[in-house]
């Protein structure tokens, strides 16, 4: 039997996207590495800081607070939006016209794109032209996202559910679509009861979908900035200013790069830290399944 | 070493990254190895087990950073020992 020569050199064909990866990402992470450990004035004048700014922001409320508000914000919403995702999947029909039908309006408020969202939002919840903020103030419930911090948070909040829930609804509906029918006749000669059918087959059944559904909303709103910056600005005071806001303000707003650039290094391995761990659990959870 | 404003210490950070990812492709090539389960129960290789490293040293140097504040370089010491755990059990 001839033995199968092995040629390497294919991988030479990978070249051209390790260079665009290195200009898109590599290269440009390393200058964020490079300007943390260094202070400047402009001018292209830098000076050596060490790891000064590291340790300042290390003991920085401001930064602490931020990342609990940030962590705070996608615990939130993950609690809300995992569960209701799950339910709307579940009480979307199976087939026929009203299944595409519900798939359409479900996937709408995810082609709007981010600063539209907010524009909506800011709009629908002000309270002399909005409707929201027209009618809970009708009602005589106090509501002013620019001045209470609970209307700020709550409107940020609603704003994500609205925007993303369809998301895990989608990717729910995508998991409960893939069972077999043998599934449900199975539970139904054993007279399960719902529940049991959603503990035993839907939810297995769904878990790998929804892991990505958790890690791509995890991810996104951890890093969400365009929303409530477009309705809150990050007020009032400081109370919706996340991470990324927060960022932005330092880099661009007081040009203080050194600091920036520590800031979003920390912010970076935070991210790297749970993708990693999203995606172990997830690599291993498809093992589990024999995928 | 003017441009992007490059300082010896972040160049010897990055070349002695860039020398471990080189390393270990080669003893990817030299020496093959199937995937193994350690005490974090999940299939790990080599290159799992740098990057394991790799992240566990940045959070342990800024820990060292926010918490003791002096002396950093004895932060490489944990980071080294940690890194000899990793590879030894995970």
């Not at chain 1, 009708?138 to 209470?148: A, H, V």
């Not at chain 1, 996340?242 to 391995?269: C, E, H, N, T």
Request: glycine share 8%.
């Amino acid at each position: 039997m001839q033995e199968k020569t092995v040629n390497q050199k294919a991988w030479f064909l990978v070249l051209p996207v390790l260079v665009l990866v290195a200009f898109s990402a590599v290269i440009p992470l390393m200058t964020v590495v490079n300007y943390s450990v260094q202070d400047t004035f402009g001018g292209n004048q830098f000076f050596w800081a060490g790891l000064e700014w590291f340790d300042d922001l290390l003991h920085s409320e401001r930064m602490w607070n931020a990342l609990g508000r940030q962590l705070a914000f996608s615990a939130i919403i993950l609690a809300i939006e995992v569960p209701l995702g799950i339910l709307v999947a579940l009480s979307m029909p199976k087939s026929g016209f009203w299944a595409s039908f519900c798939l359409v309006v479900m996937s709408l408020p995810l082609l709007i794109p981010w600063n539209v969202v907010g524009t909506i939002w800011q709009i629908f919840g002000r309270v002399d032209i909005g409707l929201l903020g027209h009618t809970l103030d009708k009602l005589g419930i106090p509501y002013n996202y620019t001045q209470d911090f609970i209307s700020a948070w709550a409107t940020v909040i609603v704003m994500d559910v609205w925007h993303w829930t369809s998301l895990v609804a989608l990717l729910a509906y995508a998991g409960l679509q893939s069972i077999p029918d043998a599934y449900y006749q199975a539970a139904k000669i054993d007279q399960a009861s719902r529940w049991k059918v959603f503990r035993y087959i839907e939810l297995p059944k769904m878990a790998g979908v929804l892991m990505i559904a958790i890690l791509l909303r995890f991810m996104d709103s951890f890093m969400i900035y365009t929303e409530p910056f477009v309705v809150t600005g990050g007020g009032p005071g400081n109370a919706t200013t996340f991470l990324s806001i927060d960022l932005v303000k330092m880099a661009l707003g007081q040009f203080d790069l050194g600091p920036a650039a520590a800031f979003s290094i920390m912010y970076f391995l935070v991210i790297l830290l749970i993708s990693w761990v999203f995606y172990t659990v997830m690599t291993n959870l498809d093992r589990r399944e024999g995928k | 070493m003017d441009w992007m404003a490059w300082t010896w210490p972040t160049a010897i950070f990055f070349l002695s990254i860039a020398g471990l990812l080189i390393i270990f492709s080669i003893l990817a090539i030299k020496f093959p190895e199937t995937p193994r389960t350690g005490i974090l129960r999940i299939e790990t290789t080599r290159g799992d087990r740098l990057f394991i490293t790799l992240l566990g040293s940045a959070f342990i140097n800024l820990g060292w950073l926010g918490i003791v504040g002096a002396h950093q370089p004895y932060a490489l010491l944990v980071c080294l020992i940690y890194a000899f755990a990793v590879f030894r059990w995970v």
